[in-house]
């Protein structure tokens, strides 16, 4: 038995939507393009969609639009995927670090408060592992001192905060539809916006800045998606729902039947309805294996795992050294505890059971 970590869901009907683009012999930005950002718009509650091709160029393509720029402090999660906090540092703007709330993994409301200075220019929230952070009490710091929040759901598509779609939350949201997301479109991205003058320069910054063929208004890039990427979405987009709840029973499965000694199951917080891109257990002291020989164990009964984040950011090569005491402890504590079992709609009861009993089984 091999049951991969993740593994995307792709059947006739994505492959049926590409062939028709090839054939159709527009491949680059086209009409599919600007449906699915009218059909991810519509989906997410939001005005504005904007398509881009990878999830770092979304958030990146967010920030400039903020516009944050050199000498600008952005707040951001110290427990996340590095491109939350690149995507400041290319704009040449420098990422603060913030902890995160040891059993959510999310952002804590309180370290933005202690982060915010004259040079707090944007906060970004991360939607880790498919579980919206604490929205209200951040919006509202953020509202105090007139700086946007930005939402990294590149792992939350279709997640709720209080009945409202991830997306739909702080004044920009960026998405990542890479391989092993909820929906895919291989690589590729969005942004959702409820305004308009931010929708209108996300469109010059992700062409070349150009207002019409030619005439180019302002630095931009690259960022276009393709309608081979789109039409692969739009399919995607139609089954999004259906694949989020597989996730969520199988995610149930787990909590309702893990049981081994010293392994801690993820806590939903209240209010919030989970997608579960990832479903991280922590491995505290009681836990009978280390977590690189539990990993191994598991490899060798055919059972895919992995750690999401071995280092946390401010940790990283890029950003260090980093001032002692470590200003985020959780952080730190949690990279070096988590670990990421297969979740992915693709598993049956049958494959479920089996990782059950296998981690059950460790002594």
Known sequence: MQIPVARPVIGPDEVAA?????????????????????????????????AVNNGT??????????????????????FSFIATATAVSMCGAKPVFADVDEQIFNIRPEQVSEHITPKTKAVIGVHLFGQPFDVDPILEICEAHAIPLIEDAAQAHGALYHGVKAGNLGKLACFSFYATKNMITGEG???????????????????????????????????????????????????????????RKNAEYYA???????LVKPKVADGVQHVYHQYVIRLTDEFPLSRTAFMEYL??????????????IHRQPLYAPVAEPDPCPVATRLSGTVLSLPVHPSLDTKDLAYVCETVNKVK
Request: charged letters at 20%; hydrophobic letters at 45%; a positive charge.
């Open 18 to 50: 590409v062939s028709d683009v090839l054939m159709s012999g527009m491949l680059a930005q086209g009409e599919k393009v600007a449906e699915f950002e009218q059909k991810f718009a519509a989906y997410c509650g939001t005005a504005h969609a904007v």
């Open 57 to 78: 160029a979304a958030l990146h393509a967010a920030l400039l639009a903020a516009g944050i720029g050199p000498g600008d402090e952005v707040i951001v999660p110290a």
């Open 189 to 247: 991205g969005m942004v959702t916006t409820n305004d308009k003058p931010s929708a209108d320069r996300l469109r010059l910054i992700i062409n070349h800045g150009q207002s019409e063929k030619y005439l180019h208004r302002m630095l931009g890039y690259n960022y276009r998606m393709t309608d081979i990427a789109a039409a692969i979405g739009i399919v995607q987009l139609k089954k999004l729902d259906k694949f989020n709840m597989r996730r």
């Open 256 to 262: 309702a039947n893990l049981a081994a000694k010293g």
């Open 299 to 312: 490899k060798a009964k055919g059972i895919g795992s992995a750690v999401h984040y071995p280092i946390p």
